[in-house]
């Protein structure tokens, strides 16, 4: 069975930094690509980054670009998302979704990781 | 960047055969697929590819379109589908609708 459990979400103050990171189980990790997608309280999904199977592509959605790095580690199946210099409107559910046909659809989504960035 | 508009919301009785419209700002080919989400659960897969009904997913689900206008179809509704419903492209980068809330009446 396909899991994906993502954590390291929690309350954190704008400008500081925080990593996620989403342990995979029930697949060989190592031929996916894999996505963070997030969900602000009451608003819909929005695409944040995606990394190739082997880590040598990453993409960025635009708001996020030079401030988070994702990325994974295959020997533990583990995926990342370093999130530095965070601000108000990155306040959101943080899913960890397996993409399918390369780069394609998300069949796999983790339960998520709240992450509230206030003072 | 590609923008999905869908309509916000609808809502129709058990029984009935529902629509719901993803239209996207260029085409998409049949870069399509479309998510169900229930209150405090993750998004699941109904519809890949367009028209590609995921596995496991009942037969009153399918979908349909290319380029930039495609739809999601229920029929019939049951009670159990009242849910927001996404549409999402991969076909440049990744984005999606901003969702329909389908509520039975």
């Known amino acids: 069975e396909v899991q994906l459990v993502e954590s390291g979400g929690g309350l954190v103050q704008p400008g500081r930094s925080l990593k996620l990171s989403c342990a995979a189980s029930?697949?060989?990790?190592?031929?996916?690509?894999m996505a963070w997608v997030r969900q602000a309280p009451t608003k819909g999904l929005e695409w944040v980054a995606t990394?190739?199977?082997?880590?040598?592509?990453?993409y960025y959605r635009d708001s996020v670009k030079g401030r988070f790095t994702i990325s994974r580690d295959n020997a533990k199946s583990t995926l990342y998302l370093q999130m530095d210099s965070l601000r108000s409107e990155d306040t959101a559910t943080y899913y960890c979704?397996?993409?399918?046909?390369?780069?394609?659809?998300?069949?796999?989504w983790g339960q998520g990781t709240l992450v509230t960035v206030s003072s | 960047d590609t923008v999905l508009t869908q309509s916000p919301a609808l809502a129709v009785s058990p029984g009935e055969r529902v629509t719901i419209s993803c239209r996207a700002s260029?085409?998409?080919?049949?870069?399509m697929h479309w998510y169900q989400q229930k209150p405090g659960q993750q998004p699941k897969l109904l519809i890949y590819?367009?028209?590609n009904l995921e596995s496991g997913v009942p037969a009153r689900f399918s979908g349909s379109g290319s380029g930039t206008d495609f739809t999601l179809t229920i029929d019939p509704v049951e009670a159990d589908d009242t849910a927001t419903y996404f549409c999402?492209?991969?076909?440049?980068?990744?984005?999606f609708g901003g969702g329909t809330k389908l509520e039975l009446k």
């Open positions: 979704a397996r993409h399918e046909m390369g780069l394609d659809w998300f069949a796999y």
């Open positions: 029930g697949f060989t990790f190592s031929n996916y690509g």
């Open positions: 990394i190739s199977y082997d880590g040598s592509s990453t």
């Open positions: 260029e085409s998409v080919s049949t870069g």
């Open positions: 590819g367009a028209s």
């Open positions: 999402q492209q991969s076909w440049n980068d990744w984005t």
